[in-house]
């Protein structure tokens, strides 16, 4: 093996091994691996689209700095360029529907992104099996 693959070989299994810790300290701390997926189907109005996306950006670190929040991301239909699917990853439900939506920061959320959906989105919660 020469150099090159020897320090990709390390360097692969250092970040398998930091990816391993930080699992086991993250169940270590929380007792249960526990997730629970948001999953929301939106409907944005028609010509708004790229308003829409620029406000999601804006809106972005709020969500993201509530307690319980492990990541989000939003997808554009390939067939329908006006819906969205929201993907967002909790600790608990309960961080989702008490620690979010009962935050300062939710108030801002609602004031950039609520007045594009049309009708407005059902939110529904997942977890796995």
Same mark, same amino acid.
């Given at each position: 093996?020469?150099?090159?693959?020897?320090?990709?070989?390390?360097?692969?299994?250092?970040?398998?091994?930091?990816?391993?810790?930080?699992? =086991?300290? =993250?169940?270590?701390?929380?007792?249960?691996?526990?997730?629970? $997926? +948001?999953?929301?189907? $939106?409907?944005?109005?028609?010509?708004?689209?790229?308003?829409?996306? +620029?406000?999601?950006?804006?809106?972005?670190?709020?969500?993201?700095?509530? +307690?319980?929040?492990?990541?989000?991301?939003?997808?554009?239909?390939?067939?329908?360029?006006?819906? =969205?699917?929201? $993907?967002?990853?909790?600790?608990?439900?309960?961080?989702?529907?008490?620690?979010?939506?009962?935050?300062?920061? =939710?108030? +801002?959320?609602?004031?950039?992104?609520?007045?594009?959906?049309?009708?407005?989105?059902?939110?529904?919660?997942?977890? $796995?099996?």
């Amino acid at each position: 093996m020469d150099r090159t693959c020897s320090i990709h070989s390390n360097f692969r299994e250092s970040r398998t091994s930091v990816a391993l810790i930080m699992v =086991y300290f =993250y169940v270590k701390r929380k007792g249960q691996f526990i997730v629970v $997926l +948001e999953v929301a189907i $939106l409907r944005v109005r028609l010509g708004l689209v790229e308003q829409f996306e +620029e406000n999601f950006r804006l809106a972005s670190p709020i969500i993201a700095s509530i +307690e319980g929040y492990q990541s989000h991301e939003l997808r554009r239909c390939i067939e329908d360029d006006h819906k =969205y699917i929201l $993907l967002v990853k909790w600790d608990s439900m309960e961080s989702h529907t008490i620690g979010f939506r009962e935050s300062e920061g =939710y108030q +801002e959320w609602k004031r950039l992104l609520h007045h594009f959906y049309d009708p407005f989105p059902v939110v529904e919660h997942f977890t $796995l099996i």
